[in-house]
T-cell receptor, first 116, second 116 residues
Framework: GAGVSQSPRYKVAKRGQDVALRCDPI?????LFWYQQALGQGPEFLTY????????KSGLPSDRFFAERPEGSVSTLKIQRTQQEDSAVYLC??????????????FGPGTRLTVT | AQSVTQLGSHVSVSEGALVLLRCNYS??????LFWYVQYPNQGLQLLLK??????LVKGINGFEAEFKKSETSFHLTKPSAHMSDAAEYFC??????????????FGKGTHLIIQP
């Protein structure tokens, strides 16, 4: 079946604008993760959902970042009042089950956000 | 707290030569360990994972990694490099369920260059 998809693939925002990034996980996957990957760095964990419940948001860098997954499938990462330091690739990943650390995560291609 | 160190941001090998990518981890509890590969404009793909069943783990595309607890290492190897192996490689750690974070902790990545 289809893998994890993300849209848009590229987003340019002016500083101060709000943006919304979408993730469509693999159908039936319980767990959904968001990561932020700055240029030349490894991905950094932002937040985790198990179905519609946001169980971990410890990685969100500020209260300008908000994520939701209201029906337990599609997720949206929203960034308010974007700043230049928000420029990065935002990765979404899903896995079949909930909350066991040995699971394979399936990653989407990412959304590259550039804040000018 | 868990962390990953990848030694060498860039590794260059000749086609047909041995590939060795180094990864050392830190974890307060027994870890799960992963290697992911990232090709340009594609999502991260799982190469292999260690979950304690066996210390030598075989993955896709001829890669393997050995878990060495005494050295806190999980180095990735391939006996003979192919041009198609050129990519960014990430080592990642997750703690076992019940005590750890939900998301993966990644290293900064190693860019593998294959010389013809």
């Amino acid at each position: 079946g289809a893998g994890v998809s993300q849209s848009p693939r590229y987003k340019v925002a002016k500083r101060g604008q709000d943006v919304a990034l979408r993730c469509d996980p693999i159908s039936g996957h319980v767990s959904l993760f968001w990561y932020q990957q700055a240029l030349g760095q490894g991905p950094e964990f932002l937040t985790y959902f198990q179905n519609e419940a946001q169980l971990d948001k410890s990685g969100l860098p500020s209260d300008r970042f908000f994520a939701e997954r209201p029906e337990g499938s599609v997720s949206t990462l929203k960034i308010q009042r974007t700043q230049q330091e928000d420029s990065a690739v935002y990765l979404c990943a899903s896995s079949l089950w909930g909350r066991t650390g040995d699971q394979k995560q399936y990653f989407g291609p990412g959304t590259r956000l550039t804040v000018t | 707290a868990q962390s990953v160190t990848q030694l060498g941001s860039h590794v260059s090998v000749s086609e047909g030569a041995l590939v060795l990518l180094r990864c050392n981890y830190s974890s307060s509890v027994p870890p799960y360990l992963f290697w992911y590969v990232q090709y340009p404009n594609q999502g991260l793909q799982l190469l292999l994972k260690y979950t304690s069943a066996a210390t030598l783990v075989k993955g896709i595309n001829g890669f393997e990694a050995e878990f060495k607890k005494s050295e806190t290492s999980f180095h990735l190897t391939k006996p003979s490099a192919h041009m198609s192996d050129a990519a960014e490689y990430f080592c990642a750690v997750n703690e076992r369920s019940g005590g750890g974070a939900d998301g993966l902790t990644f290293g900064k990545g190693t860019h593998l260059i294959i010389q013809p």
